[in-house]
């Protein structure tokens, strides 16, 4: 599964840990992520991250 | 305050802003004051890193021309867009012609959404380095420490990193050196300094330390933009840094409360003697009276959060609410928590309490407890009980360092 980087902060959202704190269980794609949840980092919204390696 | 000369051929050229006891609006109680940090570097060509405040503008003029005439400077080096150190980048601007601009992509949109100059722009990120003769400028961007925009400037033949707002500490002082002033108090502003703005970034902080000491930077003083400069022993701060953004916490409770007419405030000191009576630390805070800042600073090395607050309509009273919500942007991690307070006839305050702090990631290990209008003999014995549970719960609580736990 693909990483996604935050490009304001460089926050990673890596699939394999998901974002427990914001409710994104770990195995969850960046692609199934409500489009409410945001960056846990600086609290931009989805469309701010871009796919990374 | 004139030019200080810090290492050969670097100068600090700031100003200390004694009387400012409000910052950020008035998020951040600076009780000591605070410096705004500007550093000239004196080299074949000269760069200025940062500004400072506007309204200090001319006494940062004054401080640079004591050193070289300011149409001399060939580089304005922005580490960070917040107006505490931009501010005078454009008054320096208009006495140096020459002088090109240098920050990362993001300072250069956040500069010009602030000013709206037309200024000749150099952008940079990790790894570039810009060359002054004898020494080099190497840059290092460190997102979200403390905005998107922030980077780090490192000398590496002087051994000089400057972190801009990373590493300072609110201090209005007339000395410029870690060794030139009381250690606890130095300690206390910058354990403030964390606790009220890097904390929610402490999983960045570790990784950009990791990252600083995997390119193997060798710092022998940090030059912050705030307060004093690590000379004597920068590794201080640095370990320091990374004891708070592991989140590694003490035995120790905050109880944090806002009251009407002290039936709150006589169930916090009486669950407070409860936690006391097992050996843990407890500090006792009415958020309405004292400082907010200092209170956050507290919660830094505390393993637990006691909020309460009277009823008021339905809800906790306003300056709680507003002491939570910044609590809730802190995001502290592995704490572990309860809500009390007293009401008339329906209650809700200690409830609303519990909501937010499981919001902020506190865990609640307590059911709230709560006391019609002033707690009688029997309640005082159960808010005692009910500290002393939470102390014990204080002592076997593993929830010391959730990033040690891997």
């Not at chain 2, 370990?239 to 002290?262: C, G, L, R």
């Not at chain 2, 169930?267 to 006391?276: L, Q, R, W």
Request: proline share 5%.
């Amino acid at each position: 599964m693909k990483k996604y980087i935050c490009t304001v902060c460089s926050y990673i959202y890596d699939p394999a840990t998901g974002d427990p704190d914001g409710n994104i269980a770990p195995g969850t794609p960046f692609e199934m992520i409500p489009d409410t949840w945001v960056c846990p980092q600086c609290g931009v919204t989805k469309e701010m991250f871009k796919e990374t390696i | 305050m004139s030019a200080v000369k810090i290492k050969e051929g670097v100068y600090w050229v700031g100003v200390v802003d004694w009387n400012v006891r409000s910052f950020h609006g008035h998020t951040y109680n600076t009780k000591r004051g605070t410096t705004y940090n500007s550093y000239l570097i004196v080299d074949e060509k000269i760069a200025l890193i940062d500004s400072v405040y506007a309204p200090f503008s001319k006494e940062l003029l004054a401080n640079i021309s004591e050193i070289v005439p300011l149409e001399k400077i060939d580089y304005m080096v922005v580490n960070h867009v917040e107006g505490d150190h931009s501010g005078a980048v454009p008054e320096v601007l208009k006495y140096c012609p020459k002088a090109k601009v240098i920050g990362t992509e993001k300072c250069k949109l956040g500069m010009n959404k602030n000013y709206y100059g037309s200024w000749d722009w150099q952008t940079v990120k990790t790894g570039d380095k810009i060359s002054l003769g004898k020494n080099t400028l190497a840059f290092v961007e460190a997102p979200m420490l403390h905005w998107p925009d922030s980077m780090f400037t490192y000398i590496p033949e002087l051994e000089l990193l400057m972190p801009n707002d990373a590493f300072g500490q609110h201090i209005s002082t007339s000395k410029r050196f870690d060794d030139e002033i009381d250690q606890g108090e130095l300690m206390d502003e910058a354990a403030a300094y964390y606790a009220n703005i890097l904390l929610p970034f402490s999983p960045l902080v570790l990784r950009k330390i990791e990252e600083v000491v995997k390119m193997g930077i060798k710092i022998n003083m940090i030059a912050p933009s705030h307060g004093i400069i690590w000379r004597k022993d920068p590794a201080k701060i640095i370990n320091a840094y990374v004891k708070w953004a592991k989140n590694e916490t003490t035995d120790k409770v905050v109880i944090a409360y806002e009251t009407m007419w002290k039936s709150t405030e006589l169930m916090a000191k009486t669950i407070g003697d409860g936690i006391s009576s097992t050996g843990v630390k407890v500090v006792i805070a009415n958020i309405s009276e004292v400082d907010k800042t200092n209170v956050i600073k507290e919660m830094l090395d505390a393993k637990g959060y006691l909020l309460g607050s009277s009823t008021h309509g339905n809800d906790m009273l306003p300056a709680l609410a507003g002491f939570l919500s910044f609590l809730k942007d802190m995001k502290p991690k592995g704490r572990i928590g309860a809500a009390f307070g007293s009401y008339g006839w329906a209650g809700g305050a200690a409830k609303s309490i519990e909501s937010v702090l499981t919001a902020a990631g506190v865990e609640i290990v307590q059911p709230l407890i709560q006391c019609q209008f002033v707690p009688d003999k029997a309640e005082l014995k159960k808010l005692f009980e009910y500290g002393v549970e939470f102390g014990n719960k204080i002592k076997k609580s593993d929830a010391n360092c959730v990033f040690c736990k891997g």
